[in-house]
């Protein structure tokens, strides 16, 4: 007959070995937390200068907005794609960027190729990039082309933890 196993014994051996490793490899190095907004990164660039912050709930913004203008208005409508975008990209949304990006999936074929490989459909992938570019992994550059990018803070990141664009996903829209 197999005799109990201590459970003192067994998470005194558990307790030694991690002290041992922790001696062997020394203490974990401190990691800097990672900002979590594509308004935290800093994004560079010139559809990065301007930021919108709505303030309120969505319901008080949209009710306002309502009363003002009615709900079929151009206004409302705006105002319902400033909280799709704050939804997404937290409270400071980079208006200029999100609208050239929602550009690109209208103006370009990016979306039409991820929706055959990736059997989504075209919400499904605007939405998919909208929140790639909300965490820092996709740009849009200077020139309105949108670039796969490196956040800074990141092992991928360019030397001095600065942007890296890797590479270009389509280039600026002509229309």
Known sequence: ?????????????????????????????????????????????????????????????????????????????????????RGIYGPHVPLAAAGHLDVIVQDTDLAGELTKSMGSTPDDVRESLHSLHAQGMLLVADDGSLWMTIPPGTPYSAAGGQWAFVEQKVAAPTS
């Open 1 to 85: 007959m197999a005799a109990k196993k201590d459970p003192a014994a067994r998470r005194a051996r558990e307790a030694a070995r991690r002290a041992a490793a922790a001696e062997r490899l020394g203490p974990r190095p401190i990691k800097t937390p990672r900002p979590r907004t594509l308004y935290s990164l800093n994004p560079p660039g010139l559809y990065y200068q301007e930021w919108d912050k709505p303030t309120g709930t969505d319901e008080e913004v949209m009710g306002k907005v309502i009363e003002a203008f009615g709900t079929e208005s151009g206004e409302a409508a705006t105002m319902r794609l400033l909280l799709e975008y």
